[in-house]
């Protein structure tokens, strides 16, 4: 790769001072600069391919001032808005953030990893997949600074930012049993990721403090590769298998989001028929003609932590890990109960 | 950067061939070699740093296979989803994808394209922000391929891949005015992007078409800075001041978010008191009491069209510039009536 021009290599061409150069350059300071000469300079950068912003500033402090930030799936609003928010903070710091969606699948985060690290991005912050603890493990060795956000492994000493999962699954379960419902059952994925364990342990934990026994067939782990056919089949058989319920825990926004469309197809009127309670806000909740009682995750909060933390570890390498474990909110509507 | 570790390195320090290291590194491949072999190779290729994948491919090819996706805002439904579907489409040629969202900002969009013009992407997709025409001048300018979506520049000869937006807000108008609306607003984003000019031009064709007069109290254009103040002002004013709308056109699904939430505060039922069609479709909308007759945006044929572009281009560059322009289809459900 051919040697980076400089401010000077502009300023020599054009005929102005570096300074003239840097003015030019550097963000909303051109107006010190005559149009003509700020136009002359810009026609000199881009013809050098002079790198700003960024490129400019690693040349001088050795980083890129980027974040590569991998999520386990973009389409899905609470990632996306997640990745949003990291954006925003990033930016409040001067830092860009480049995104890479697992697909829930561990090869494709290493492919992400290998290819953002061997880019020189001045760390990470991932939701890490199932089966990926040999990559953060990685990371760890390689002395690369990172974050995992919404879930981490309980092996591994690293930092991070998730929420209390079990209070929050305990919480939820409970406002059901208050509520009146006795036989509640759960659809939750079926994969290993601890938060996940967590939200299951929430619910059986609540059903045996209250004395109530969960019989088998409540109990419903979604594979992530065909949702909407598992969460079908499990509505199917908590509504038509006996014991049936009176009430559905989704343990995510995107279950309870199929899981609420096939109620309609099937014409079960939630908040009379069924009590639900779901994890996570979801825009389609807002419009859901019963107002739905939900586990609100505090998306700011996990990204500012998130950022904070890796900004940190990047200018200090020496940082303890910091485990941040935030809480979440009950968001109280009508449907939790049954009419 | 020290030198890349290559499979011989790996192999003799296993003592195997590097036809076996190959085997275990090579997707699917790994079921030819004994478990242990295996691990002590993948053990080697760890602690040797070995970079697998792009990478490797990347040495043989001096391609990194990976593709670089600039939308305008990673948290709206609309770019998330077709983010999620060309991660999909790149996925099968054996390509990552790595995002950036350029929050409508045209000097963000320029972080992004120096940092990863210079980190090696093959080539990008790009949903262009208002005044980055340079920033396409230079991609061609350094023949860097790229293929812009949803968005394009009139005036710069380039690979494109967009919808019809003239013909679909045309028709989605008429479908307001077929079913008895007369007096007819819009909301649309007050940028100079041509796609968003098309869809405000076709609302006003069709308005002449139909000999009806729009009144200057009727169009409104939003600052995206600002979303949920304009759209409340806008509706406010489309409602309230004479002479007052029968239907409201959002010209994109953010806009129609906000303005259906803001509609059910003021107790305006659609469907009944004021008809309604957006573009776009939502998330959301799936749960809104009165389904809603929508401009649906082909996001599968978009996303398969950018990739397939790109691919070419990035295999020969010499390839002509394609404009690829998708016709959208009119879902028509009962928002856009008065009972």
Redesign the interface.
Known sequence: MKRKPSLKDIAEKVGVSTATVSYVLS?GKESKVSAEVSKKVKAAA?EL?Y?????AKSLKSGK?F?IGLIVA???N?FF??I??II?DEA?KLNY??????S?EKA??S???I???S???VDGFIIAPTENSE?QIK?LKE?NIPFVLIDRFFPTINSNSVTVNNFEAAYGAVRRLIEKGSEKIGIIAYSNSLYHMRERVRGYDTVMKDHKLKVSNNWLHEIEFSDIKNGVHNAIDILLHEKPNVEAIFFATNTLA?YG??YLDRLSVEVGKDLAVVSFDE????????CPLTIVKQPLGALAENAVEILIHKINDLDTKEKKVCLDTELIIRESCGRK
């Open positions: 963000k881009k391919n790198q700003p912003n960024q490129i890129t980027t799936d973009i389409s609003p996306a808005n990745a949003r954006e930016a860009t953030v480049i995104f890479g969606s697909d090869e494709k290493w492919d992400l290998q290819f953002l061997n880019r020189q040999d990685y390689q989001v609420l469309k979801g825009e389609a909740f807002d419009f859901y003609y």
